[in-house]
């Protein structure tokens, strides 16, 4: 089990930059409490991979063959005994 550390809020208020930019720097967790509850966890942001474009894969691939008028039929009866 790995231990979070925690701060009270009023002590997260007081130093809210410094503690934000060593959480990222250190890629550490946070639990913020209120009265001794845990009421937040802040945790550094992680960027998301961006989605690839359409079209990117250009040219990667290579077409034998006609691939618009092909006749499946033969595979879809050989299957079936």
């Given at each position: 089990?790995?231990?979070?550390?925690?701060?009270?809020?009023?002590?997260?208020?007081?130093?809210?930059?410094?503690?934000?930019?060593?959480?990222?720097?250190?890629?550490?967790?946070?639990i913020?409490?209120?009265?001794?509850?845990?009421?937040?966890?802040?945790?550094?942001?992680?960027?998301?991979?961006?989605?690839k474009?359409?079209?990117?894969?250009?040219?990667?691939?290579?077409?034998?063959?006609?691939?618009?008028?092909?006749?499946?039929?033969?595979?879809?009866?050989?299957?079936?005994r």
């Open positions: 089990m790995v231990m979070m550390k925690t701060v009270k809020i009023s002590d997260f208020k007081a130093r809210c930059i410094a503690i934000l930019k060593s959480l990222a720097r250190n890629k550490a967790t946070l913020v409490t209120h009265r001794g509850k845990p009421l937040v966890k802040v945790e550094p942001f992680q960027a998301q991979s961006v989605p474009r359409l079209g990117e894969l250009r040219g990667c691939i290579k077409v034998k063959g006609d691939i618009i008028n092909s006749d499946f039929a033969d595979d879809w009866e050989s299957g079936r």
